[in-house]
Nanobody, 123 residues
Framework: QVQLVESGPGLVKPSQTLSLTCVVS??????????WMWIRQPPGRGLEWMGA???????DYNPFFKPRATISRDTSKNHFTLQLKSVTPEDTAVYYC???????????????WGPGTQVTVSS
């Protein structure tokens, strides 16, 4: 059974770059036909799909995040990462990494989810 675990700094200052890593076990991030994605949930708001990297290595982004977000992977470590540049307090959220065969999902009833990691942007 696949397991995903997010890790990150917890607290980031405004204007800095947020870097998160999702370590995957129980499956390979190169497994055919899966998307590995980042989704976040700001306080009091719904889920926001940020982007995904396919098993092939191709990436797709939510146009809202595309100017600031980069998703990459390290196949030797079986993990993938999110970098989000120029963060503001509006980027405060719980960030999740998710695996699914659909590129975009917006419900926790779909896909395999990590437990999430809280990121707070504050000076």
């Amino acid at each position: 059974q696949v397991q995903l675990v997010e890790s990150g700094p917890g607290l980031v200052k405004p204007s800095q770059t947020l870097s998160l890593t999702c370590v995957v076990s129980g499956d390979s991030i190169t497994s055919d036909s899966y998307y590995w994605m980042w989704i976040r949930q700001p306080p009091g708001r719904g889920l926001e799909w940020m982007g995904a990297i396919k098993s092939s290595g191709d990436t797709d982004y939510n146009p809202f995040f595309k100017p600031r977000a980069t998703i990459s992977r390290d196949t030797s470590k079986n993990h993938f990462t999110l970098q989000l540049k120029s963060v503001t307090p509006e980027d405060t959220a719980v960030y999740y990494c998710v695996r699914d065969r659909r590129m975009i999902i917006t419900s926790k009833t779909l896909g395999s989810w990590g437990p999430g990691t809280q990121v707070t942007v504050s000076s």
